[in-house]
């Protein structure tokens, strides 16, 4: 494997291997907490803290897993993160743990974490999948703060709940819906690969 | 009357795919042929119905009395990931040719969402056994259904001219999204 330096760890999550854009991982999560910068948001967080302490968990054990019943053992690393994360939802903000609603226990199936384990934390030292989670983190949240933000403002006219359109604007509700969610991230998908064709024939 | 419009709705009105986004992955893997598209439908299907009902068992029997629910998560994906272990043996046993049809669409089925979306939402709808399983099979055909017409639209797409950029799972999110907007069509037959 070839050694990159740490900055190259945390920066790859951002664009060249970003979970959504690029690996096109996560994408229930991504389509179903949208509709609003704040749920995207806190479901960005929710999903750091998995991952991050998932991969350190990993990465610092990785040694007692027999190869076997790695994945097995990864999903139980993952679901008590994820649990913690749940819990802790609905005891400190609960009006946004009932608007995620089924979306925080399924953070438990979301792509991202299980493969950054098996891919990442799995090989490599306690250190390096920190950086690599936190990469990734950032990478995800920034992911959906771009889709809730054009979401939310197309769909209600608003940021964070205040109005930033004026008045001469007609909220487009179908974006709020889940067609929204679906067409918003399609053409998200085609300006991310016409980027990267861009910049890959400039090279 | 309650359990016909549990499944309608499962099916079709809050379809897993168009209104609860699960199953994304597979609907966008495996949508390239009508072929494979229905197999993988039917494996849900299957699958999901024998997970709403074990989990059901799971979540009445022995977390709910307890005082174990805080341990449903991690519960629910380890009786999951084992049951399709099962399941994927136990068919691969009794008929070669079913596990040629749609066992390797098995281990897929492990690291699906809507199957442990199923079982999260059944719990937290609160449904009896009956209206569990009901849900459950209404929601694998509901899947069936979108992933079979997506297939459908994909093979036609063959032959479109499609932007460069867009190809693959750009144009493939944007169909989904007109077909979400179609879905939304049913969301009046149940008052």
Same mark, same amino acid.
């Given at each position: 494997?070839?050694?990159?330096?740490?900055?190259?760890?945390?920066?790859?999550?951002?664009?060249?291997?970003?979970?959504?854009?690029?690996?096109l991982l996560g994408m229930c999560p991504t389509l179903a907490v949208t509709?609003?910068?704040?749920?995207?948001? =806190?479901? *960005?967080?929710?999903?750091? /803290? @998995? #991952?991050?302490?998932?991969?350190?968990?990993?990465?610092?054990?990785?040694?007692?897993?027999?190869?076997?019943?790695?994945?097995?053992?990864?999903?139980?690393?993952?679901?008590?993160?994820?649990?913690?994360?749940?819990?802790?939802?609905?005891?400190?903000?609960?009006?946004?743990?009932?608007?995620?609603?089924?979306?925080?226990?399924?953070?438990?199936?979301?792509?991202?974490?299980?493969?950054?384990?098996?891919?990442?934390?799995?090989?490599?030292t306690v250190g390096r999948s920190l950086i690599? =989670?936190? *990469?990734?983190?950032?990478? /995800? @949240? #920034?992911?959906?703060?771009?889709?809730?933000?054009?979401?939310?403002?197309?769909?209600?006219?608003?940021?964070?709940?205040?109005?930033?359109?004026?008045?001469?604007?007609?909220?487009?509700?179908?974006?709020?819906?889940?067609p929204g969610a679906f067409i918003t991230l399609g053409i998200l998908l085609a300006i991310a690969l016409q980027i990267e064709r861009k910049t890959k024939s400039r090279r | 009357m309650e359990l016909a419009a549990i499944f309608i709705s499962a099916m079709l009105i809050n379809n897993f795919v168009f209104y609860y986004f699960l199953g994304i992955c597979p609907f966008l893997g495996v949508s390239k042929k009508i072929d494979s598209a229905f197999s993988m439908g039917l494996a849900v299907t299957f699958v999901m119905t024998l997970t709403a009902v074990v989990s059901w068992a799971i979540n009445y029997w022995i977390l709910i009395p307890y005082g174990l629910d805080y341990l449903q998560i991690v519960s629910f994906i380890l009786v999951i990931a084992s049951l399709v272990q099962l399941v994927e043996m136990f068919i691969r046993k009794i008929s070669p040719p079913l596990?040629?049809?749609?066992?390797?669409?098995?281990?897929?089925?492990?690291?699906?969402?809507?199957?442990?979306?199923?079982?999260?939402?059944?719990?937290?709808?609160?449904?009896?056994l009956a209206e569990t399983v009901i849900f459950g099979v209404g929601a694998g055909l509901g899947f069936t259904l979108a992933i079979v017409l997506m297939a459908g639209i994909r093979e036609q797409l063959e032959l479109a001219d499609v932007p460069e950029a867009l190809k693959g799972p750009g144009i493939a999110l944007i169909i989904a999204g007109i077909m979400a907007l179609a879905f939304m069509g049913f969301s009046g037959m149940i008052k």
């Open positions: 494997m070839p050694t990159k330096t740490i900055r190259e760890e945390f920066v790859k999550g951002l664009w060249d291997e970003n979970p959504i854009f690029r690996q509709n609003a910068v704040i749920n995207g948001f =806190a479901m *960005g967080l929710a999903t750091s /803290f @998995v #991952l991050i302490f998932s991969s350190v968990v990993v990465s610092s054990i990785k040694k007692l897993i027999p190869n076997q019943v790695r994945i097995a053992s990864y999903i139980v690393i993952i679901a008590t993160f994820v649990t913690m994360a749940d819990r802790f939802l609905a005891a400190f903000f609960y009006p946004i743990s009932k608007e995620l609603g089924p979306y925080v226990p399924l953070i438990v199936v979301n792509c991202i974490i299980l493969g950054r384990q098996e891919a990442f934390s799995s090989k490599n690599d =989670a936190l *990469g990734m983190s950032l990478g /995800f @949240v #920034l992911a959906l703060l771009i889709l809730s933000s054009i979401r939310e403002i197309l769909g209600m006219g608003t940021f964070l709940g205040h109005q930033v359109m004026g008045s001469w604007f007609k909220p487009w509700i179908i974006m709020v819906l889940p | 596990y040629q049809a749609m066992g390797i669409y098995l281990p897929l089925i492990t690291t699906n969402c809507a199957i442990m979306g199923l079982a999260i939402i059944a719990a937290r709808k609160e449904y009896g």
